[in-house]
């Protein structure tokens, strides 16, 4: 025996702390382990946890609004919208400016898509309206160009706003860009902002500076020798027109000081500056509060309107409503996929019970051929099997063909056995049955017969020794098979969307059809996280009923 | 001992068993149980005991014969209406019940009442001492404890005809030893008629009235154990029952409960004969070690005795054992008492031994 008569934690034989030492010891293992399982496990985490992330998060995601439009959703915080007013002036400047900047890098569209999926028609509003950003500025060019022919040269504005001091705003545009386009715009762009422009001519320098960034880093063209956009024009004439810009402006006298003060002098034929009016006759779709709202609501950068979707709801002003009912269609498919997983599930065990049973209990030379006949399914594509049940179940299929020649069904009545939640459930209920099987059997394999025979040998008939003794022994399998059927029916997608019609559709297909058609990939990751959800719960539901003890996938 | 299969409680008439109808596992088996008898069936893996044991409790039928029960044919009945008690290999507790619910099952399905069921249970438990043990699960309790439970459920409805099935096959050997002394005794206060089958020979010597010993799907003896023992009938027997030092050779001369056997080495040899009938029979002589004579006093004078030269002594605590070369044979057992008197032999040394006539037994070849 060691000495242990002192105190304090116990030490190994070189006096360091046992539980020190241990750790050592074992680190070497550990590390041997973790390096063993490294490859399958960045195969997981990049093929699998990585891509269903980034899936989910875009069942939240809205940053395609403030990221396209920044300036205008500042502009809409005021704007109340309930009373039926449109916002005011300055939201629609804003709004011209951020659409000018969004149409030249084509990312208008991607927002008028989006904006779609909440409201039909926004998507047009978007398209039309971004063609005609040039018409709305065109006035300004030419008020300008009449005032002074220098502004029709890309040296004069370069001259005008080259300086130093307004690095700050062109970082800040230089965001503006990224956030919009979703990828990094460094790099020189030949031109630095003056900072006294800046100051003076706020709005123009910001429009310059956006231009100034594109044509450097997109269009990879030299800032002093270009025109710039419309939109500067614009910028422009709202910054002389502003109260005080001509007091401001008197004492100027850098770069340009002369263009300026005849721009200033001809101020009185500047045309009227009215960019709602010339929104809404470029297209009606700005006049309709009810766009305004949308768009204020899908304003920030995250929002739940997806699952609010996806549960028949819709979000307003005022908070979440539910659909008019002609449009719920979610819960319902939700339900009935719910329901006719269960039916499946449930016809999976009746079928696949005395199956598994005969397996077990066969020799083994006749359970070795009832064996290979349960997998011959897993060993046929699924795809071939499904289209086999198509020809089976068709009205003038041979199911039909042969209860008809039996007499059963009149040839008139043939049963309607695809195209709906039967033809769903029957093949279904096929495709699943070796998940049943073969946790049922490798259960059953490992209850002894003498069992059985022990019950017996008591005094139990046969049907009281199946039942009390027999069957309570082979829960664990029902659990571990109805667990894998009805998690995997619950997601399927290809049976019912071959033999199903539109009554045997599962969510599964709505997702896909907004992963593949509709494009509406945050609704179809709000659904799929429902989806999700709802395992999850139902396995936790089991757990407390049954016990995931209770489920055995062999001995 | 019973003048007709009726008067025996349990008879087994001309049964035969195949499975696979090309070979017999079961050949022509005539077996009458005693009402309270406590009887054996012993035998190698192989040999049809557990196939009679289970054609006696329903899970087998017979190719052909009959077997009786109280004088009725059972053959028709189903095992569940048999009322005949068993006790499996590995008990087949019923995992998901607990103790007293094991218990109850049997009652249960006899549709008897709660009172009496709880009293019938508890009786049960109390008599193979497990009396606070019926809440637990059978994965609760030990080997032995499961064993005791397994014999409870077996007893507590009261059969009048109990079988086991090698019950103590999985219990470690003192325990199991424990339990033969306790199964016995049961049996006998309830007076129930027990069939026991297993192949550990001293289980079989230990517990029963009577042994059948199988072979070949034929019952090589039938008789109680210290005959067993003693007069085997055979060599199958010898040799399966206890240890036995073997040695062949011819019979030259035989007359009455005497004869002389010629070795294969040309020592000759006193025994008795019992399988030989006939001068120039092959046979092979029995011996058991413990009867195996070193003190030529104790032997008559007219005795042939036989050379043998020490191989091995071992030393056994209670026994010693020597083993030693002799007519050419390397496997000659000796048992000698651990007495305070007795030689210890050491490898090398030429002794001579010999034997009473009566404890050489000629069997068959």
């Keep these: 025996m060691t000495d242990t008569t002192t105190s304090g934690p116990m030490l190994s034989a070189d006096g360091v702390p046992l539980k020190t030492s241990l750790a050592r010891a074992l680190r070497r293992q550990k590390l041997r382990a973790l390096i063993l399982i490294a490859p399958l496990l960045a195969f997981v985490v990049l093929t699998f946890v990585v891509p269903i992330g980034s899936m989910l998060f875009r069942s939240v995601e809205n940053q395609i609004v403030s990221g396209t439009l920044p300036k205008t959703i500042e502009a809409l915080e005021t704007w109340e919208g309930q009373d039926g007013t449109l916002p005011d002036q300055e939201v629609f400047q804003a709004l011209f400016f951020d659409m000018f900047r969004a149409a030249e890098a084509k990312e208008h569209t991607k927002l008028g898509s989006r904006l779609n999926y909440e409201r039909t028609g926004f998507s047009s509003v978007f398209r039309t309206t971004g063609r005609s950003l040039d018409d709305i500025g065109e006035p300004f060019q030419d008020w300008l160009e009449d005032a002074d022919p220098a502004f029709a040269e890309g040296l004069t504005w370069y001259e005008i706003f080259s300086g130093t001091g307004g690095e700050d705003l062109i970082e800040e545009r230089r965001a503006i860009w990224a956030n919009m386009v979703g990828e990094g715009f460094a790099g020189d762009i030949g031109f630095t902002l003056s900072g006294e422009m800046a100051q003076l001519l706020p709005q123009t320098a ?38 005080g810009a001509a007091s401001a402006l008197a004492a100027y006298s850098g770069a340009g000081a002369a263009p300026i003060a005849n721009a200033l002098a001809a101020l009185p034929s500047l045309p009227e500056i009215d960019f709602r009016a010339a929104f809404i006759a470029e297209n009606d779709g700005w006049g309709d509060t009810g766009n305004w709202q949308t768009l204020k609501i899908y304003s920030p950068d995250y929002t739940a309107g997806y699952f609010l979707n996806a549960i028949d709801m819709e979000k307003g002003l005022d908070g979440a ?76 299929g041979v199911i039909n063909d042969i209860l008809v020649w039996l007499g059963f069904v009149d040839d008139a009545n043939r049963l309607i056995l695809m195209n709906n939640s039967t033809g769903t459930i029957i093949a279904m209920t096929h495709i699943l049955l070796p998940f049943m099987i073969l946790p049922l059997y490798s259960v059953m394999k490992t209850i002894p017969p003498s069992y059985l025979r022990a019950a017996k040998s008591l005094g139990a008939t046969n049907w009281t020794a199946f039942w009390r003794v027999y069957f309570p022994q082979s829960i664990p399998g029902i659990g571990a098979g109805s667990i894998l059927v009805f998690i995997l029916a619950i997601g399927y997608y290809i049976t019912p969307e071959i033999v199903g019609g539109t009554d045997g559709v599962f969510i599964s297909n709505r997702i896909a059809h907004h992963i593949s058609s509709s494009l509406n990939w945050g609704l179809a990751a709000a659904l799929g996280s429902i989806l999700l959800v709802l395992v999850l719960a139902l396995y936790w539901l089991y757990d407390r009923i049954v016990g995931i003890d209770n489920v055995k996938l062999g001995g | 001992m019973f003048d007709t299969a009726k008067d025996a409680f349990v008879a087994f008439e001309h049964v035969q068993k195949s499975y696979d109808g090309e070979t017999l596992v079961v050949k022509d088996l005539n077996l009458q149980i005693g009402q309270g008898e406590f009887l054996t069936m012993l035998g190698p893996s192989g040999s049809g005991k557990t196939t009679c044991l289970m054609m006696l409790a ?125 199964i016995t005794n049961l049996a006998h206060q309830l007076g129930i008629t027990t069939v026991y089958v297993t192949h550990d020979q001293t289980e079989a010597l230990t517990m029963s009235d009577r042994v059948a010993v199988f072979d070949d799907g034929r019952i090589q003896q039938l008789d109680p154990p210290d005959v067993l023992y003693e007069q085997p009938q055979n060599s199958f027997v010898a040799q399966f029952i206890g240890e036995n030092n073997t040695l062949s050779g011819v019979v030259t001369q035989i007359s009455g409960d005497r004869c002389l056997v010629k070795l294969d080495s040309g020592d000759e040899i006193d025994a008795r004969p019992v399988n030989v009938s006939a001068v120039g029979d092959r046979t092979t002589v029995s011996i058991r070690p413990e009867r195996v004579e070193m003190d030529k006093r104790r032997l008559s004078p007219d005795a042939h005795t036989l050379k043998g030269e020490v191989l091995e002594f071992i030393y056994m605590g209670d026994i010693f054992r020597t083993r030693l070369r002799v007519a050419g044979s390397d496997d000659f057992i000796i048992k000698t008492r651990n007495a305070p008197d007795q030689q210890r032999l050491t490898p090398g040394t030429q002794i001579e031994i010999g034997w009473l006539p009566d404890d050489c037994r000629a069997l068959d070849a």
Aim: proline share 5%; hydrophobic share 45%.
């Design chain 1, 206 to 243: 910001a429009a310059y500076s956006d231009w100034a960034i594109y044509t450097a880093i997109v269009e990879d063209d030299v800032v002093a020798e270009e025109d710039p956009w419309e939109a500067v024009y614009a910028a422009l004439a709202l910054d002389l027109a502003r109260d």
């Design chain 1, 321 to 396: 409503t539910a659909r008019p009912e002609s449009q719920q269609i979610y819960v319902k498919l939700f339900i009935r996929t719910m329901i006719m997983s269960l039916i499946i599930t449930g016809s999976c065990i009746l079928l696949g019970y005395p199956v598994a049973w005969l397996l077990a209990n066969l020799p083994v030379r006749s359970a070795n051929v009832l064996m290979i006949l349960v997998l011959l399914p897993f060993w046929t594509s699924l795809l071939v099997r499904t289209s086999a049940w198509k020809v089976l179940l068709q009205q003038q």
């Design chain 2, 58 to 182: 329903g899970f087998e039928t017979a190719t052909h014969g009959e077997i009786l029960l109280q004088g009725r044919p059972i053959n028709n009945i189903p095992p569940h209406k048999r009322g005949i008690g068993m006790v499996f290999q590995n008990y087949a507790l019923f995992p998901h019940m607990s103790v007293a619910e094991n218990l109850a099952f049997p009652l249960e399905v006899r549709g008897m009442g709660k009172s009496e069921r709880e009293t019938k249970i508890k009786r049960a438990l109390d008599m193979v001492q497990m009396g606070d043990f019926g809440g637990r699960r059978p994965a609760q309790l030990s080997g032995g404890q499961q064993q005791r439970i397994a014999l409870a459920r077996a007893l507590v409805f009261e059969p009048e005809l109990v079988l086991m099935d090698e019950p103590l096959g999985a219990l470690d050997k003192q325990l199991r030893e424990h339990m033969q002394f306790e």
